[in-house]
Structures are given as structure tokens and as C-alpha cells.
Nanobody, 120 residues
């Protein structure tokens, strides 16, 4: 089994920073794209940023220049550095990873979510 465990959420004032982490563990052969999503109350889950195993990162327009996604392949961990936070960034943040466990296919796995609240 594979687990994704997030940490680093919390309450911060507008303009502040937070760093989210998500560590994958279990029967992992290879991790392809890793990503962060978020879901605000009453809204659909939306993609925030992606980072492939090799290649360029991508960001939702609203976070470009403020958020940075990175990964440590040796630790099977993805990070999201969030700077200049705004109240509209308030949401539950989920990490996602496309993981090959050694079988024929790779599968999508999700973390449990971590709450980020930005006060004005």
C-alpha cells in the first residue's frame, strides 16, 4: 500500500508564508508527476501546481510568482512553498502523486488534506 501524508498547514495572516510537505511511503517503485490541489468551501477541487519527475513545473495563474513547487526524489516528498498568501488562498490543500508500485500501471494517490487559513 502507498500513503501520502501532508503536513505544514495552519493559520497565517495575509502576506505571510507557509510551506507544505507531502511524503509518500509504501511499496513505491517510481513516482511520476506530483501535484498540489486545493478545495475551498463550496468550491470544486482545483489544481494548484504540478512537478513531473523530470521537466518544468506548472502553476495555476492565481499562484504564479507566489507559490513554488519542488520535490526531493530521494525522500519521495513534494513541497509547496507559499508566499504572499491571500485570504482567497484559504482551502484544504491535497497532494497527489502518480505512483508506479511495480505493476503494469501507475495509479493516482491522494493525501488526506491539510487546512490552510489566511486571515485578512
Amino acid at each position: 500500500q502507498v500513503q501520502l501524508v501532508e503536513s505544514g498547514g495552519g493559520l497565517v495572516q495575509a502576506g505571510g508564508s507557509l510551506r507544505l510537505s507531502c511524503a509518500a511511503s509504501g511499496s513505491i517503485f517510481n513516482i511520476h508527476t506530483m501535484a498540489w490541489y486545493r478545495q475551498a468551501p463550496g468550491k470544486q477541487r482545483e489544481l494548484v501546481a504540478t512537478i513531473p519527475s523530470g521537466g518544468s513545473t506548472n502553476y495555476q495563474d492565481s499562484v504564479k510568482g507566489r507559490f513554488t513547487i519542488s520535490r526531493d526524489n530521494a525522500k519521495n516528498t513534494v513541497y509547496l512553498q507559499m508566499n504572499s498568501l491571500k485570504p482567497e488562498d484559504t482551502a484544504v490543500y491535497y497532494c497527489n502523486a502518480d505512483i508506479d508500485t511495480g505493476g503494469y500501471y501507475s495509479y493516482d494517490y491522494w493525501g488526506q488534506g491539510t487546512q490552510v487559513t489566511v486571515s485578512s
